[in-house]
């Protein structure tokens, strides 16, 4: 089972997110309902490792919070952008959620997550793209920014691979207080 941990976003804020899809050729747009904000990837596990892992998110605390996505992005590979995403405003909440979470990972035995977390929703995969066209684009919609949204929960998700989009299954929810 391909695991992560995320924070789903509500109908209201994908279809604002949505609107922003298109205008790049050669971009493979996510589509609406696969918009997330990753906490921690997890990666393939085994059913028993994966109770483990339940268990251990269901043990942590904390409180929900306001996220606010603001700006556009991307990130690049070897000088080539391989990704367009849309950013998360300077939040402490969200970044002690993250650190419970990879503490509680660790403790049962995960390895550390080697990257740096940088808070984001994914837009696009970039694989060719005209690098001029791809920053008038940002540039463009650099200041886009979403009302406030609560945050009440998290969520452990499982992904299979599919043909065109990956396919995210909320498997367990866990409130946040």
Known sequence: MRLFVALELP????????VLAGGIPGARWVPPENYHLTLRFV??????????????LAALRGRGFALVLT?????????RST????????????DR????????????????ERRRFNPHVT?????GV?????????????????????????TLFSSRLGKEQ???????EYALA
């Open 11 to 18: 109908g209201h804020l994908k279809s604002a997110l949505g």
């Open 43 to 56: 990666g393939e596990q085994p059913a028993h490792r994966a109770q483990e892992i339940d268990e251990a």
């Open 71 to 79: 700006g556009l992005g991307t990130f690049e590979k070897a000088g």
């Open 83 to 94: 990704a367009l995403w849309v950013g998360v405003e300077k939040n402490e909440a969200l």
């Open 97 to 112: 959620l993250r650190a419970k979470i990879e503490t509680g990972l660790q403790r049962i035995g995960l390895e550390p």
């Open 123 to 127: 837009l696009a995969r970039l694989e």
């Open 130 to 154: 005209a690098e001029p066209r791809l920053a008038a684009y940002v540039q463009a919609h650099n200041l886009f920014r979403t009302e406030p949204v609560e945050v009440g929960h998290f």
């Open 166 to 172: 990956p396919v995210y299954t909320p498997e367990v």
